[in-house]
């Protein structure tokens, strides 16, 4: 079982960060957090690495849905998506699969907020250009 939808877009790289944000809102999603995965390591480590993001994206009612059925659940929250710079130039975005990572959780109330977040963040990597 895979634990992403992802998807390689005929766009440049900071297009693709504006387009996956906007795709997302349309969804019902907010970016929580961005983080630059290159800006990151170049500061840390001084190593120099492809564009790379991590989108924190997260929809209010059903973080709230989960949150009420699983209190820990925090712990996978938010929904990742990245966009990435792959090796042969490329751009790809990714999101996680909430059905996937949340299968771990042996709790039945989530499979079905899991399922429609997995539709919502489906959409998004389809509507992508």
Not at 35 to 47: M, R
Request: glycine residues 4%.
């Amino acid at each position: 079982m895979s634990y992403t939808f992802s998807r390689i877009v005929n766009t440049d790289f900071a297009t693709a960060v504006a387009n996956v944000t906007e795709e997302l809102k349309k969804e019902g999603f907010g970016i929580l957090t961005e983080i630059d995965i290159a800006a990151t390591l170049k500061k840390k480590l001084d190593v120099d690495f492809r564009a790379y993001k991590i989108l924190g994206a997260c929809n209010p009612p059903f973080a709230y849905q989960a949150l009420m059925a699983e209190e820990e659940i925090g712990t996978m929250l938010p929904c990742n998506v990245i966009v990435q710079e792959t090796k042969d130039g490329k751009v790809k975005v990714s999101a996680v699969d909430p059905i996937a990572s949340m299968a771990a959780v042996k709790n039945p109330a989530l499979e079905k907020i899991a399922g429609e977040v997995a539709d919502k963040l489906q959409t998004v990597i389809r509507n992508l250009a």
